[in-house]
């Protein structure tokens, strides 16, 4: 049973920054991946960005790439999304997510078990 907390959504013009951060508990030993998604409404949830936490391995979709940066502190069980250069069609939902995968990569939401209940980002033009 793993818990994740998301903070750090708000609102921010275009060009502007967000760190977003994702608290985890439990028992986090059972997942190798944490992952952020996103969701704007009438769209599908997307990958945005994923961590395979014991290798520091990254991975990123084309349209944060050079924009967006995650990080993880094994410490604080914490895994954060640093956003630059923001633009509107960044607004969305944002959910972080955990789960255990065989290959890195960044899988779609079905590869995930558990997820916090999100914060929302919203940019203006």
């Known amino acids: 049973q793993v818990q994740l907390v998301e903070s750090g959504g708000g609102s921010v013009q275009a060009g502007g920054s967000l760190r977003l951060s994702c608290a985890a508990s439990?028992?986090?030993?059972?997942?190798?991946?944490m992952a952020w998604f996103r969701q704007a409404p009438g769209k599908e949830r997307e990958g945005v960005a994923a961590?395979?936490?014991?290798?520091?391995?990254?991975y990123y979709a084309d349209s944060v790439k050079g924009r967006f940066t995650v990080s993880h502190d094994g410490a604080k069980n914490t895994v954060y999304l640093q956003m630059n250069s923001l633009k509107p069609e960044d607004t969305a939902m944002y959910y972080c997510?955990?789960?255990?995968?065989?290959?890195?990569?960044?899988?779609?939401?079905?590869?995930?078990?558990?997820w916090g209940q999100g914060t929302q980002v919203t940019v203006s033009s």
């Open positions: 961590i395979y936490t014991s290798i520091e391995t990254t």
């Open positions: 997510a955990a789960g255990w995968h065989r290959n890195p990569g960044l899988w779609g939401p079905q590869f995930y078990t558990y």
């Open positions: 439990g028992s986090t030993d059972s997942n190798n991946c």
